[in-house]
């Protein structure tokens, strides 16, 4: 048997397809969870192989082209496309969608995979819930994130955020596939985030301040129907799809956490404190939620994120620039 293809798997390590390396961190759906939680303690994440078989993989990917024809509902600030466009013209339009849980029945089915579900509550407890999802495209071309926690985004108060990275192709180095330090979570600091002015990446912030360089980070490649689960607070980033024109690195990606954590993430009402903000838009995946009593909220709606097509701007809607961009000062025009 070729030692490309060959694949060993044990006590959560594996044989890269691509790179012929053991990497640990790898593990089968019937893996111990106490294994799976020691791994992920240790070095912020984890991945399960072969959580999503082919079937469920094809209707995903079929679902994400549905979702960018607008064909399973309205995206905010979007048209959709001509009904004579090809499948490639509609995708190669999309960076990353978020929310598409909420007018999707297959992805909104996703979270409660069982094999996610064995690692989440491995690594939150037995009470979990999902407050987001986002759909990446990433055709060719397509740029990757800068360094980033994504607890920056989602704050939870017991540090139990988790993301589950669903691989809907290959991903390897060439298309753009996570990148992760480490053991970066363990700092428990959220990272100063400052514009990149980088054209690798889209217009998201990028962390800055820690205590790592590149060399420090591990390319995450995983196969189709792979998840990637990682802490809030753990570093990671993807680089640009720089494989052949009409190569996809899609992923749909869930965010969720502990039942007991409530979310300020969202202006708190009127007369209300942050203190006491909880946001209720969420879905509980596992176990039972203590703060029932409040009821639910739709309050999210899909939208596209800006993959920073024509330059980026900031909240000000100012816009910002580019490294290799020449200066403009003292230019009269």
Known sequence: MPLATFLYVVAGTRMSTTTQQLRSGYFSPDADKTAINAFYRANGYVVMEDAFGAAEVAELKSEATLICRGERGALAGVRPPPPAATDDEVLNAFLCIHFPHKICAPMRAALFNPAVLKVLTAVIGPNVKCMQSMLFIKSSGKPGQAWHQDE????????????????????????????????????????????HGDRRFDCSEEATGFPYGDADAVPVEVEAGSVVFFNGYLLHRSLPNRAPAGTYRRALVNHFSSCET??????????????????????????????????????????????????????????????????RDGDDG
């Open 152 to 195: 920056d985004y989602i704050l939870t108060r017991d540090r139990s955020l988790v993301g589950a990275w669903i691989a809907l192709d290959r991903a390897n180095e060439e298309n753009g596939c996570l990148w992760v330090i480490p053991g970066s979570h363990r700092h428990g600091i959220l990272w100063e985030q400052r514009w």
């Open 262 to 327: 409530t979310l300020p993430w969202q202006r708190p009402a009127e007369n209300e404190s942050v203190a006491k903000t909880d946001y209720r838009d969420i879905v509980v995946v596992a176990g039972a939620d203590p703060y029932a009593y409040k009821g639910l909220k739709d309050i999210a709606k899909p939208i596209v994120r800006p993959s920073g097509d024509g330059g980026c701007v900031d909240w000000t809607k100012k816009n910002l620039g580019y490294n290799d961009e020449a200066s």
